[in-house]
């Protein structure tokens, strides 16, 4: 039977679409839109996109339907296929151009206008745009000289190279510009989006470097062919002297370039729409010049131009101060001499005394552009390479050199005004094949962005390539050698070169490059501040937030102000062929990035990277990436790496100081790729005892408002790990999951701040589990993955165990301490740990003290190594104290321990403690009696906190007074005890905690007969030790027992192994207190859990006895395994 489906028309907030388009219209020309920090219900930020729906304006679109009632309850953030495509149908990724002054006057008050959609197609758009960038200054101004230099072969290896290069970027541009939709920004936003903010924000600002010293690259073109080639006459400074020509022409440059640079700079800031409107004009001027040079070219087969070059001997002359190629001339029957003669001679006359070479050799004329058809291809095939002042010579003629060749160079030759070389060659051509981003900056304003940028750009990067091939080819087949090699067109009346082969007219190719630098100085000048701020209001590098702001229809003014500072750097340096390898360097490191994000995204394969454009490939982009950066070191070595360290200040920059964005990039699909690499390997086998190292999990209490409890439990973890290894902060709320969800991520939030404060490097974990017990075993079980699971557990001693009305507080800390040592995790306890040290504070002199009563695998002896390696715990000296019991030779004993820390590479003060069996006292049967007989009140009686708290205290008091009655000596020990106590009735910290069973071990050691510290003996031999032993027994055994008795019954019932547990607490604790009081940390082998449950509060009490006079204990028990190691 056929269902009957129903449409529903989904209403669309017109509204708010009104309200949002009016938004877009004030919004300012920035070259990228800022990300939505809009947030989820999870935290997570909302980008800003057409596929995620906007719940906020959906709130009103109350669904009425039937047909899907089934999803009717996530309608809000799950939407109708039905609105989801309305919505995207609505989207633009038009970015709006900056208002006017006049502009915003008009539309003040005034309905906003609607955002037109974009119009723009791939010749428009892309391909012309392309074509005036990557054409400009460098084919008009020092094409020619390239050729002569580098010859036709070495100047095609340039220029291919070079058009390679962006050849390679521009198809890897094109694989991550049609990756989705990229708004206007650039090789910024792919980056940036492709990379992470880290290699986006540096490469950003690289790019942004570029594009400024481009502008002032443009604006020194514009100067040189102001003052060089249409108005001489306009020069500053002029030089006496023909060595202080160079001076002068820099010194003239900086002057003109600065005000030049300040008259742009006006023009931007006042009127960026008629630089926009002016952009055809130039890019007219680019073509008709290419047009006029190709035309020229064909005219030299027919009838070549007259540009004659006057050679004396085979060396080329200035032809600017005479205008007859000849010393001597004819006239009226007279012979004279000419300017020529003046130039090299000390006076007119005939017999005047002249230079040597000028004497030895004739003068000719040869013809400057012979044509195409002359065969001067052949000469101009290799190169001609120089050091500063060299000649330029035709080595085809005939020269007698002078005596002098070193004076000569102040005569007027042409010479080399800088050391020519290969590398040096191709640092300066490279920029004229920068600017294959314009399409991709434009993506706002294109019809079908996706379709248009690979098809202009690469169109336009194989126009420009055929343009300089020919170019090249051409050059070197129509103009003489030595013309060639004249950069600045001395040897013709100082015409540009390239001028001089152009039809009809060499100023058609002098007024269109002038224009042509001028439109791309201005253009430089608008997009370099636009790109600062749109890195800028990305918020991803602090210190540049200011140039963000700017005038009230958004102009960048203070982007702009920055701009034009960098700018003028560049034309201090004042010399074009200086600048052109700076910008290079921030190109081609650009261009390296893009590569680099096309390689990583599609070797990663991440699932969202699904380019329209399909003819790219990972071996491509890493060709070009490699062809980048040996650009960069063949250009200029030193300025390569003085533009990588640049780079890495500021992505270290952007690391430590940066803002937190989730932008979806490759290098974090790359860290998860080496991450699941990295704990496949180490899961192959388990650490080797060399490269053991506490990877810790802390066990991390909250409060009723999830804030953290101890921090200073981080503090330690700080200062024990020094940022090294796996640190994971734990912790369980109780409850169940669907009903805590906001209160974990509360306590998730504030563990996370709270580690940021204390500097420790780690994960957060917080589980919500029914009860405490159970979350606390699930994540000593789960916690970590693969092979970076923790090996240790770091937990607080819970101080108020007594005093807590849940009994659960003292039963959860046993239970996890059975369940770490079933684990075989090692053990950490901290007691009184919020007096432990913050990481600011700074020790003095002082000892961290280990008792080494049983061996743990070396763990005693590694945690004071870790911690001294932390500033607070430097100057500490380290301490290990071991007890003697009757049978040992503390001598031997101390020498063996000695040798053993030597041979671990550990520097500590040794002693050995010898301790003899004594009698129990009065004391430690009264402590057990307490012990026990609280224990039964306990389990008989339900009273509340306080009649409970004042049952104890008259049983204490009672039991104390006995004993001052009966055992002076005892009560005197009970109050020195009591004095040496700390009072913890103020601590909160239940810890909870699990169970454990692996004991057996540390059971052994407190099953022996338990000694104490009133007399210390020199080394016991086995005959005296065994005569000893028989003499106590015989003589004190019955007495010392029946006394005892007598003095309290009650006492005979006690049980025997309890009263032995306490006696082995009491007298170790005396000897502690006595020898470690003043210690800044005191670390003591932790006594392991009874294996009978029953007797878990009393465990509790011993060790409470253990620690009584203690200020900073650390309890350690061992995982079971060797962690330290002699061998290398």
């Not at 935290?43 to 009632?69: C, L, R």
Request: glycine letters at 8%; proline letters at 4%.
């Amino acid at each position: 039977m056929p269902t009957s489906f129903t449409v529903v028309p989904v209403k669309d907030n017109t509204r708010g679409a009104k309200e949002g388009n009016e938004e877009d219209d004030v919004d300012d020309n920035n070259v990228l839109k800022e990300e939505d920090e809009e947030t989820t219900g999870d935290g997570v930020p909302k980008e800003n996109s057409p596929f995620i729906n906007n719940t906020d304006n959906d709130k009103g679109n109350s669904y009425d339907g039937t047909n899907m009632a089934l999803f009717e309850e996530e309608m809000d953030s799950n939407p109708m296929v039905s609105s989801l495509l309305n919505k995207l149908a609505n989207y633009t990724n038009l970015t709006q151009g900056a208002q006017e002054h006049e502009e915003a006057d008009e539309d003040e008050g005034s309905k906003k206008k609607a955002v037109k959609s974009p119009q723009m197609g791939t010749f428009m758009g892309v391909y012309l745009p392309c074509l005036q960038n990557i054409l400009g200054v460098i084919l008009f101004l020092r094409l020619t000289w390239i050729v002569g230099t580098a010859g036709i072969l070495e100047s095609l290896a340039i220029v291919c190279l070079c058009c390679s290069c962006t050849m390679l970027t521009a198809i890897s541009m094109s694989a991550i510009a049609t990756n989705g939709v990229v708004p206007a920004g650039g090789s910024y936003y792919m980056i940036s989006r492709s990379l992470g903010p880290e290699f986006g924000g540096a490469v950003g600002l690289c790019f942004y470097l570029g594009t400024t010293f481009a502008g002032s690259m443009y604006i020194l073109g514009t100067i040189e062919i102001l003052l060089t080639y249409i108005v001489p006459k306009a020069a500053i400074f002029v030089a006496d002297r023909k060595e202080d020509e160079l001076n002068a022409l820099l010194n003239n440059m900086r002057v003109y370039g600065t005000c030049c640079l300040a008259l742009m700079s006006v023009v931007v800031f006042v009127g960026v729409k008629y630089v926009n409107k002016l952009a055809l004009v130039f890019l007219a001027c680019v073509i008709l010049s290419i047009l006029a040079i190709y035309a020229g070219v064909i005219k030299t087969i027919f009838e070549p131009p007259d540009f004659p070059v006057c050679m004396l001997g085979n060396r080329t002359l200035q032809n600017l101060n005479f205008d007859k190629c000849l010393k001597t001339d004819f006239i009226d029957n007279m012979t004279v001499t000419t300017k020529l003669w003046m130039l090299f001679c000390d006076g007119p006359e005939l017999n005047a005394t002249c230079n040597e070479y000028f004497d030895n050799n004739n003068v000719t004329m040869i013809q400057g552009i012979p044509g195409l058809t002359s065969g001067v291809i052949s000469e101009n095939m290799w190169s001609v390479y120089g050091p500063l002042g060299m000649m330029v010579e035709n080595k085809e003629l005939s020269s007698l050199g002078g005596s002098d060749s070193a004076q000569d160079i102040y005569m007027p030759y042409v010479i080399n005004d800088i050391t020519t070389f290969f590398t040096l060659l191709v640092g300066i051509y490279f920029p004229s094949v920068t600017g294959i981003m314009a399409g991709s900056n434009r993506s706002g304003d294109l019809r079908d962005a996706q379709k248009s940028i690979p098809i202009g750009t690469i169109l336009a990067i194989a126009t420009t390539s055929f343009i300089y091939v020919t170019c090249v080819v051409l050059f070197g087949a129509s103009i003489e050698g030595v013309l060639l090699r004249d950069k600045f067109g001395d040897s013709v009346k100082g015409n540009l070169v390239i001028g001089t082969l152009s039809w009809p007219s060499p100023w058609v190719i002098v007024i269109g490059s002038f224009f042509s630098c001028c439109g791309a100085g201005l253009q430089s000048l608008t997009g370099a501040p636009r790109l600062l701020q749109a890195i800028a209001r990305d918020g991803i590098v602090p210190f540049l937030q200011v140039f963000g702001h700017g005038k009230a229809n958004g102009e960048p003014t203070w982007a702009l102000l920055l701009t034009g500072g960098i700018c003028e750097i560049g034309i201090l340096i004042a010399s074009l062929d200086a600048v052109a390898p700076i910008l290079s360097m921030f190109f081609l490191m650009c261009y390296l990035f893009v590569n680099l994000a096309c390689a990583v995204q599609t070797l990663l394969r991440t699932p969202n990277w699904r380019p329209r454009f399909k003819y790219y490939h990972w071996a491509l982009s890493f060709l070009g990436m490699s062809l980048c950066l040996a650009l960069m070191f063949i250009c200029s070595w030193y300025y390569a790496i003085f533009a990588m360290a640049i780079a890495g200040c500021i992505y270290k920059y952007i690391e430590y100081r940066g803002a937190e964005k989730e932008w979806g990039d490759g290098i974090r699909g790359l860290s998860l790729n080496a991450a699941r690499y990295a704990l496949i390997r180490l899961e192959e086998a388990p650490p080797h005892t060399k490269n053991w190292r506490p990877q810790v999990l802390v066990l991390l209490n909250v409060d009723s408002d999830q804030g953290v409890k101890h921090p200073r439990l981080l503090s330690l973890t700080t200062q024990l790990k020094a940022g090294k290894g796996l640190t994971i902060v734990g912790n369980v709320l109780e409850g169940t999951y669907l009903t805590k969800d906001a209160e974990a991520k509360r306590a998730d939030q504030n563990i996370k701040s709270s580690m940021s404060a204390e500097k420790t490097k780690g994960f957060c974990h917080v589980v919500v589990s029914s009860n405490l017990r159970d979350g606390m075993s699930h994540l000593i079980q789960s916690a970590g993955l693969g092979g970076m699971k923790h090996n240790t557990v770091l937990m607080a001693w819970p101080g108020t165990w007594r005093q807590s009305n849940d009994p659960q507080s003292w039963k959860n800390f046993i239970e996890t301490v059975r369940e770490s040592t079933a684990a075989h995790h090692a053990l950490l306890v901290a007691k009184n740990v919020d007096s432990f040290p913050t990481n600011q504070d700074r020790l003095g002199e002082g000892t961290i003290d280990v008792w080494w009563v049983v061996h743990d695998g070396g763990m005693l002896m590694l945690l004071p190594f870790l911690l001294r390696q932390h500033k607070v715990w430097r100057k500490c000296k380290m301490r290990i104290f071991t007890v003697a019991q009757m049978d040992d030779n503390s001598i031997q004993m101390k020498k063996d321990l000695q040798m053993f820390l030597y041979h671990l590479r550990l520097d500590a003060e040794v002693e050995v403690v010898e301790m003899h069996d004594n009698d129990i006292s009065a004391f430690t049967y009264e402590k057990t009696l307490m012990m026990e007989q609280r224990t039964q009140m306990l389990k008989q009686m339900q009273l509340s906190r306080t009649e409970r708290e004042r049952e104890i205290q008259s049983i204490t008091d009672e039991s104390r007074n006995s004993i001052r009655r009966k055992n002076p000596g005892a009560a005197e020990s009970d109050s020195l005890s009591r004095q040496s106590s700390t009072v913890e009735d103020n601590q909160e910290d239940e810890a909870q905690l699990i169970h454990d069973r692996n004991t057996a071990s540390h059971a052994t050691i407190n099953d022996k007969a338990e000694t104490g510290p009133d007399r210390v003996h020199m080394t016991w031999t086995k005959d005296k030790m065994f005569a000893e032993r028989n003499r106590n027994r015989e003589c004190n055994a019955n007495v010392a027992v029946r006394d005892l008795f007598n003095m309290k019954p009650e006492w005979e019932s006690l049980n025997q192994s309890n009263v032995r547990r306490m006696h082995t607490a009491v007298k170790l604790n005396g000897v502690v207190v006595n020898k470690s009081q003043g210690a800044h940390l005191v670390l003591l082998n932790m006594p392991g859990p009874p294996r009978n449950r029953g007797g878990d509060e009393n465990y509790m009490e011993f060790l409470e006895v253990l620690l009584e006079g203690l200020n900073r204990v650390l309890l350690v028990r061992g995982g079971g395994r060797e962690v330290i190691t002699i061998y290398s």
